[in-house]
């Protein structure tokens, strides 16, 4: 597959990782995302997608793309053969000012892109992207076309400082000595957390102390569970096995079984052995 990325400038930077172009053949006709503190934008250029996202029992079709804010649980994706999209990882906080509704609404249930743009925008949008010669052409388009659509949002610079707080300790800080810090009540903040990034700070470290510690693993070494469940922090194994269950449906055995397979059959792909195969 091809995947190239480009960070954005200014005033989009504070907002976004990267944006990314995706073209090409799927490594796994189905492959399973682990939840993480990465809030989603897919603009879809070929045909649908599917995606089967928390709790969902069936699969959902997407034309046109999807967002979806900071997931609680892993999700699973359908890509067709051949696939074309471009999309944007955002940080936590970073998809709520492109949104017109409250970011805990999409959490576990993606919208398309046309409910949250509308049909003629992502129309205009698609055909626009269509007509770039070079996937950096293509980015360029989809950054002046999120810049264009920045709005300002209540209590966006307090929820992306103590957001950059959190990860910045793998999500280990304690949540009430940073809503000490912030001077604000554990009411407002959660209600401004689930707000812009769909969940409340607890669990938003959660998923870093989570992503953290499972990325950290070497799957091609000997992994002590135990020693990795208390090096993060967790007060026992018991308690790790159920949260790592709860953000990618897997026991730690498993996913090192999956994620080695992944390794193994595709070493050096561009979607780097996060994605597994579900299939």
Sequence with gaps: MEYVSR????????????LYYLAGVPPYSRLMLPAAPAPLLIVNLGAPFLLRAGTDEEDVEYADGCAVTTPTRAWE???????????VHFRPWGLAPFLPMPAAELCDRPATVEQIWGRPAIAALRHRLTLADAPHEMLMVLEEELVR??????????????SSTIAATGGTVPIRDIGVAARASSTYLAKRFKAIVGVTPKRLARSYRFSSTVLAIDVAAPIDWGEVAA?????????????????????PTRYVEVRRRFLRDHPGHALDGWPLPAD
């Design 149 to 162: 659509r920045l709005r300002v949002i209540d209590g966006l610079d307090l929820v992306r400082h103590l």
């Design 231 to 251: 090096d993060a922090g967790y007060f026992d194994q018991a308690h790790f096995v159920r949260e790592f269950r709860e953000f990618t449906g897997l026991t």
């Design 77 to 87: 994706f359908a890509y067709p053969t051949p696939t074309r999209s471009v999309g």
């Design 7 to 18: 960070v954005p400038g200014p005033p989009l930077d504070g907002l976004i990782g990267d």
